[in-house]
Every structure is written in structure tokens, then in C-alpha cells.
């Protein structure tokens, strides 16, 4: 089954300890991306990936990190989580650029005390 | 970078009535324009897209139409049913642009 997997889906964490949400897709996509969804502000792209080894900021990428090493696999790494990333996040991922379908993990939701 | 914009916020039909969602973007080079539907606790899910060298594009009971004139698009909801129900995200991309850019939503209430 075609599909984005994220982990963890639910967590709650500190001020300032670091942590990582995976995200894989098994659709050989070239494309992915992260985003966060806030209540009002819709979906804010955090980075974005071209293919292997290809990154780029989006909107709002201030406090977070991203690595492609793998095409299946694009982490996203808070080195010092704040209160203020305490939202829904979601990895996306499409063929090849964002003209054309993007397929959407099923959320992580993080909360940052 | 491109700006979108969407309106209403929130929009509350009766069932059997039509839906209109309408949105803008600032980027005249922009050329993808897909919707999205988020039900409660779901992921977004793609339901329609058009790309700008078409000016309206039909899916049984919804249709997007694109002015880029204007550089506006909507989508239309006919017959709305309960299940119609969710958060609607517009979105714009340009040609060779790695970058999808999000309306804020619109939380569509079909009462039966």
C-alpha cells in the first residue's frame, strides 16, 4: 500500500530536548516536504526536498533542521524545542515538483511544554 | 514569494444547497492550483486540481474555475451532503517551483 508513514504520531516533550519526527514514503517520490498546521494559519511549509541530498527552506524553517539522505526518508529535527512549535505537523510527498499530487503522512502532534 | 488568500474563513449551507470557496494569489507566474479536503482529525486529501491553461475543470459534483486574469480561482460544491463537511485548503504553485503555498482555510458545515 502506497503510503507516508510519520513517528511519533503523538508526543509531548521540554523546553530545549531535542527531537526528531520520521517521515517515510514508499512511492520512490522525489519530492517531500514538512509542513505545520496552526488553528487560523492554514499549512506552513517548514523545509522542503527536492531528492537526495537536495534541501530548501520554506516559510517558516527558523528552529528546524531536515536531512535527505535516503529518497525513502526525510526527518525533521527540533534541536531545541520551543513552546512555540507546539503544533500538527505533516510530511508530505509528490513524483517530482509540487505540480502534481502530494500524498500526507497522518500528522504528528507535538506539544512542547 | 507567492501569497494566498482565502475566503470565507467559514461557511455554513444547508444540505442540498450549492458551496462556492473562493481564493487569490499574488504570483501571476503561478500555474498549479489544487484543493484539498481535511476531515476532523484526517489528513489533507487532493480533490480537484487545475493548471492555468485551463479555465474550468469538472469532478461529478465539484468543479474548480480559474481566472488568471484576475489571478483568482474557486471551487464549487453542488448538492452538498453531510460528508461534504471539512476544512477546504486552497493552494498555488508556480512553473518549476518547488514551493506549494496554502490558502488558511475554509471550514465547511453541511446541515442536514
Known amino acids: 500500500e502506497a503510503q507516508v508513514t510519520q513517528n511519533p504520531r503523538y508526543l509531548i516533550t521540554v523546553t530545549g530536548k531535542k527531537l526528531t519526527v520520521t517521515c517515510s514514503q514508499n512511492?520512490?517520490?522525489?519530492?517531500m516536504s514538512w509542513y505545520r498546521q496552526d488553528p487560523g494559519l492554514g499549512l506552513r511549509q517548514i523545509y522542503y526536498s527536492m531528492n537526495v541530498e537536495v534541501t530548501d527552506k520554506g516559510d517558516v524553517p527558523e528552529g528546524y533542521k531536515v536531512s535527505r539522505k535516503e529518497k525513502r526518508n526525510f526527518p525533521l529535527i527540533l534541536e531545541s524545542p520551543s513552546p512555540n512549535q507546539t503544533s500538527l505537523y505533516f510530511c508530505?510527498?509528490?513524483?517530482?515538483?509540487?505540480?502534481?499530487?502530494?500524498?500526507f503522512g497522518e500528522g504528528s502532534r507535538l506539544t512542547v511544554l | 514569494g507567492e501569497n494566498v488568500e482565502q475566503h470565507p474563513s467559514t461557511l455554513s449551507v444547508q444540505e442540498g444547497d450549492s458551496a462556492v470557496i473562493k481564493c487569490t494569489y499574488s504570483d501571476s507566474a503561478s500555474n498549479y492550483f489544487p484543493w484539498y479536503k481535511q476531515e476532523l482529525g484526517k489528513r489533507p486529501q487532493l480533490i480537484i486540481d487545475?493548471?492555468?491553461?485551463?479555465g474550468e475543470k469538472k469532478d461529478q459534483r465539484i468543479a474548480v474555475t480559474l481566472n488568471k486574469t484576475a489571478k483568482h480561482f474557486s471551487l464549487h460544491i453542488t448538492e452538498t451532503q453531510p460528508e461534504d463537511s471539512a476544512v477546504y485548503f486552497c493552494a498555488a504553485a508556480g512553473a518549476g517551483s518547488y514551493q506549494l503555498t496554502f490558502g488558511k482555510g475554509t471550514k465547511l458545515s453541511v446541515i442536514p
Open positions: 512511492m520512490n517520490h522525489e519530492y
Open positions: 487545475i493548471r492555468s491553461n485551463v
Open positions: 508530505a510527498s509528490s513524483l517530482g515538483q509540487t505540480t502534481g499530487e502530494l500524498f
